[in-house]
């Protein structure tokens, strides 16, 4: 059993009711430095953001969230996350708990694009980086702690092995088109546990009219309303690096423009 309430600095733009807690866990720059630093926590309260607007990667807001002394939950965002949100200098965000069982959801409302699928700002996709070219290939969303990526206790743990992860956005019409590599659910048109596993693919097709994409490593459909677009990658050689070549400030995604069921 813990012996410590439970607290965690995130990422804004989450409406949460906070617990009491007698220390913060602070966010640090990267897992490599966190593990030797304790301390305060140094995120400051944001202001309230309006608007459709993409929340911002400077907007950090530090929240409890504990149900108990054993659970708690990272929170989903209000709208979609700039994801620069989730990079600190040339590393992911990474965060400091007092203790790594931890669950993956309590909120009962849909996890559509409007609400970044629930995944929080603080979120990167692990992907094993021996299988980078290839197809069919799962994703998984992870945090970067002070131990490493790590998932939610009530989900299988991660492979020992070396990954890759990637930040993604919710996909919009501009973004779903062939060729295009894509994350989707499946067999769900948002997903109902976004922590779970997401499958990755080429995009062969989109039906419109019916609201699915097709990949080319799969007969079966994916419904667009489920899919995000990777729009960083980070490895521990080369840092974060953005994908596709496109500018730095248009990789955020506007609630206005996210598909929805």
């Not at 309230?48 to 149900?67: H, V």
């Not at 700002?121 to 970067?144: C, H």
Request: charged letters at 20%; glycine letters at 6%.
């Amino acid at each position: 059993m813990i012996g410590r309430t439970l607290a965690l600095a995130v990422i804004a733009g989450c409406n949460f009711a906070a617990s009491t807690s007698s220390t913060r866990p602070r966010v640090v720059s990267s897992a490599a430095d966190s593990s030797s630093t304790r301390g305060p926590a140094t995120a400051t309260q944001a202001p309230e953001i309006a608007g459709d607007e993409p929340i911002p990667a400077g907007a950090i807001r530090e929240t409890g969230y504990a149900q108990d002394r054993r659970h708690f939950y990272l929170p989903a965002p209000d709208r979609p996350t700039d994801p620069w949100a989730g990079v600190a200098g040339s590393k992911p965000v990474s965060i400091e708990m007092d203790t790594f069982w931890w669950s993956s959801r309590r909120e009962s409302f849909a996890c559509t694009a409007a609400r970044d699928h629930c995944l929080p700002a603080v979120s990167w996709m692990w992907f094993p980086e021996a299988k980078l070219n290839m197809q069919g290939v799962s994703a998984k969303p992870i945090v970067f702690t002070q131990e490493g990526a790590r998932r939610p206790n009530n989900l299988m743990q991660l492979p020992a092995e070396a990954f890759v992860a990637f930040r993604t956005v919710p996909a919009t019409r501009k973004a779903l088109v062939a060729g295009a590599r894509i994350f989707v659910q499946p067999g769900k048109p948002v997903p109902e546990e976004p922590w779970d596993d997401w499958h990755v693919g080429t995009i062969d097709r989109v039906d419109w009219d019916m609201g699915f994409v097709y990949l080319t490593t799969a007969e079966e459909p994916y419904w667009i309303t489920g899919a995000r677009v990777p729009v960083l990658v980070w490895d521990a050689t080369n840092g974060v690096k953005i994908l596709d070549g496109k500018p730095r400030d248009a990789l955020a995604v506007d609630a206005r423009d996210v598909l929805l069921p």
